[in-house]
T-cell receptor, first 113, second 113 residues
Framework: SQQGEEDPQALSIQEGENATMNCSYKTSINNLQWYRQNSGRGLVHLILIRSNEREKHSGRLRVTLDTSKKSSSLLITASRAADTASYFCATPVARSNDYKLSFGAGTTVTVRA | DGGITQSPKYLFRKEGQNVTLSCEQNLNHDAMYWYRQDPGQGLRLIYYSQIVNDFQKGDIAEGYSVSREKKESFPLTVTSAQKNPTAFYLC????????????FGPGTRLTVT
């Protein structure tokens, strides 16, 4: 079963607006990662936030983490057409002698010109 | 120019044939991963390798096989035993364990008819 689940499944916004998507997870984590996937392409790592961090910024991206609620949010400010993509959260889940990265189903963001 | 390459981008096969997908990285990463992505879904882990000559089954390994004879290379064979092989296949690597961010290749879209 998936560890992380994104909400909403899809989001359509006007260029220049902000886009917010959320991720909820089930078990304790040591970090949470956000990835972007343009249609038909591989995933690109955006931000990694550690469990002892509450907020992290990278350019127009802002990620928050609330470990008490087991949730994270990704905010894209001043969106552009190039931000049109699917966004996935991922968390390391413990296996027998390692971790696996568990991905949610993603939020599809469409930025209208 | 560092990164992960996957070839080919598109692959077509007849049912009953085995097919091998290539994945090469020059990032000097120890860990490599194969994922499968179906339309509108997140990524599911097929196999992963933490070190040369060692690999572990992921969540959906049935019908797939891998090898890791060189640090740079982690080919995936989709065998005729895989009941529903048509999908988008993504290869990734990370420094060592899955707790670190992963770098993805561009993907191979396999269609079996």
């Amino acid at each position: 079963s998936q560890q992380g689940e994104e909400d909403p499944q899809a989001l359509s916004i006007q260029e220049g607006e902000n886009a917010t998507m959320n991720c909820s997870y089930k078990t304790s984590i040591n970090n949470l990662q956000w990835y972007r996937q343009n249609s038909g392409r591989g995933l690109v790592h955006l931000i990694l936030i550690r469990s002892n961090e509450r907020e992290k910024h990278s350019g127009r991206l802002r990620v928050t983490l609330d470990t008490s609620k087991k949730s994270s949010s990704l905010l894209i400010t001043a969106s552009r057409a190039a931000d049109t993509a699917s966004y996935f959260c991922a968390t390391p889940v413990a296996r027998s002698n390692d971790y696996k990265l568990s991905f949610g189903a993603g939020t599809t963001v469409t930025v209208r010109a | 120019d560092g990164g992960i390459t996957q070839s080919p981008k598109y692959l077509f096969r007849k049912e009953g044939q085995n097919v091998t997908l290539s994945c090469e990285q020059n990032l000097n990463h120890d860990a490599m991963y194969w994922y499968r992505q179906d339309p509108g879904q997140g990524l599911r882990l097929i196999y992963y390798s933490q070190i040369v000559n060692d690999f572990q089954k992921g969540d959906i390994a049935e019908g797939y096989s891998v090898s890791r004879e060189k640090k740079e290379s982690f080919p995936l064979t989709v065998t005729s035993a895989q009941k529903n092989p048509t999908a988008f296949y993504l290869c990734a690597s990370s420094i060592n364990t899955a707790t670190y961010e992963q770098y993805f290749g561009p993907g191979t879209r396999l269609t079996v008819t």
